[in-house]
């Protein structure tokens, strides 16, 4: 990634977890002028019109284009061409509501205005070691990898199977000697109420940040109260944005019994809510979140660019009496699975390319950790085991899209528009058309 | 324990947990991490199902995605801990 930012180029990382036939999506939508993968991974991928892709393997043996020496590499290394901060620094793909995944183009100047930010806000020294957990396709990997980077800190990349093992990562950031930890709440969930995270002896945190979905309050009081002296923040932003709202953590009132705030502007951005009837949110109003600034994104690969145009976050909002943000809920379809952004549109787009399904609607049930989709449908005939489902979304979606439960009705419940009643599979869902 | 014996109860423990209660078409080579028919939060399940059940702890080293790739590896796994 330093190797492509060096030569003025952008980098795409691919979500090492999603299958070959999205990956392949992707890397034609964004038309691709080569690919660093594994080898066995990257033939599974580069295939058909992606033949022709050049590679450069992990194993350098598979690569289908020279790797140079060390000494050659200094020699010949191309020169830095001189570039703009509004050049494309990296494409980051999230899902799409179509079906089809879309990608967010992030320029230096967006990346830059988080990072510089990040820094300060969290006071980043080169003692500092961050842990790296969010794989690179995920915009929270920004954070540990560039603010460590501008500060001279160090940058622990946490291995993939320890992700399986709360245990695992609690005795990860002792080993490791972690100052910063930046990671989605569901994965400090789990290492507080499974990895043992608040009694682990050798932790050298002083700062923990968590981002990409609330943090279920009873949850964030006892990771509050057992780190007293450790800074925390919680930082708000999709990925058009980064971070674009912060909120400092401090003692949590002993009779708050929703989420804490997501906070005020960030990163040098100007965040407001817009009511209904188009005018500014004010104390106590509820509205959708707008974000203009350095790191809003100009725009989705291969579409109209954004302009001048403030994002609209879909997200809506209160406004608290401090001037404080609170998060109460979306204004669409997209739902949040473990800090996973989920089109549910685009999984459900997956269950209809499926011959026996007709007609297929998808909901979630549980919050947090326990957060599960759940696709209610209707089948032509016989209707395919769940295992058929999960494998047919596999070979399509990244595996937190894949669906947890399927539950067949002859039809689905509709309004009296004929728009799919989400609110009654909703409450289905809830309340135990599930399996336990 | 025979390694088939060992393979039922796994197949049942799955299909009832993790699918609906039902295991329709799931077998040894299903891929299970693939196919998210078990993720971080059903992994620490199958764990202290298979301790209880067959009274085998698996190391957190083993906790790998190759031996979780099907119940076929995990079987193998688990025979080799025995």
Redesign the interface.
């Known amino acids: 990634m330093q190797g492509v930012l060096r030569l003025s180029a952008a980098y795409v990382p691919v979500d090492p977890m999603s299958p070959p036939t999205r990956a392949a999506t992707i890397m034609r939508d964004c038309r691709i002028a080569a690919l660093v993968a594994p080898g066995d991974r990257a033939r599974s991928v580069l295939d058909g019109d992606l033949a022709h892709i050049p590679l450069l393997a992990a194993d350098s043996s598979a690569s289908t284009t020279a790797v140079p020496e060390p000494d050659d590499h200094i020699e010949r290394a191309p020169r830095r061409s001189v570039g703009t901060e509004d050049d494309l620094a990296y494409i980051l793909y999230t899902s799409g509501s179509t079906g089809v995944p879309k990608g967010v183009c992030i320029s230096h100047r967006n990346a830059m205005s988080f990072v510089e930010w990040a820094a300060r806000e969290v006071a980043a020294q080169s003692e500092d070691r961050f842990s790296n957990h969010a794989p690179f396709h995920f915009d929270l990997s920004v954070f540990d990898l560039y603010a460590a980077f501008l500060s001279g800190a160090c940058v622990s990349i946490v291995p993939e199977h320890h992700a399986y093992v709360p245990r695992a990562l609690v005795e990860f950031a002792a080993r490791e000697e972690i100052t910063v930890w930046y990671a989605v709440p569901s994965a400090l969930v789990l290492m507080v109420e499974r990895g043992g995270l608040l009694s682990q002896s050798g932790l050298k945190l002083r700062t923990v940040v968590f981002a990409g979905e609330p943090y279920p309050i009873k949850q964030l009081r006892r990771l509050r109260q057992g780190f007293p002296g450790v800074r925390m923040f919680n930082w708000y932003g999709p990925t058009e944005t980064n971070v674009c709202t912060s909120y400092g953590v401090s003692e949590i009132a002993a009779d708050r019994s929703v989420p804490v705030p997501i906070g005020r502007a960030a990163s040098g951005d100007r965040v407001w809510a817009v009511k209904d009837d188009g005018s500014e949110a004010r104390i106590g109003d509820e509205g959708e979140l707008l974000v203009s600034g350095p790191t809003v994104s100009p725009g989705y690969w291969g579409r109209q660019p954004h302009g001048d145009e403030p994002y609209r976050t879909g997200d809506i909002v209160r406004v608290e009496p401090t001037g404080d943000f609170v998060y109460v809920g979306r204004r669409d379809e997209m739902v949040k699975i473990r800090g996973h952004r989920v089109e549910l549109g685009e999984v459900e787009a997956a269950l209809l390319t499926h011959p026996e399904i007709e007609d297929a609607a998808v909901t979630t049930a549980g919050f947090g950790i326990e957060a599960r989709l759940v696709a209610f449908l209707a089948a032509r005939g016989q209707p395919p085991p769940l295992l058929e489902l999960k494998g047919h979304c596999a070979g399509r979606l990244p595996r937190h899209m894949i669906i947890d439960s399927a539950i067949f009705l002859g039809e689905l419940p509709r309004t009296r528009n004929g728009k799919v009643d989400r609110l009654a599979l909703a409450r289905m869902a809830a309340e135990g058309a599930m399996p336990t | 324990m025979t390694r088939e014996e060992m393979l039922a109860e796994l197949k049942d423990f799955v299909g009832r947990e993790l699918?609906?209660?039902?295991?329709?078409?799931?077998n040894e080579r299903?891929?299970l991490?693939?196919?998210?028919?078990i993720?971080?939060?059903s992994?620490?399940e199958l764990l202290s199902f298979t301790s209880e059940r067959f009274q085998i702890d698996v190391p957190?080293d083993e906790?790998?995605?190759e031996n979780?790739e099907d119940l076929d590896a995990y079987v193998g796994l688990l025979l080799r801990l025995v």
């Not at chain 2, 209660?21 to 799931?26: E, N, P, Q, S, V």
């Not at chain 2, 991490?33 to 028919?37: D, I």
């Open positions: 699918l609906d209660g039902r295991d329709a078409g799931l299903t891929p991490l693939e196919w998210g028919v993720d971080s939060l992994i620490a957190q906790v790998s995605p979780l």
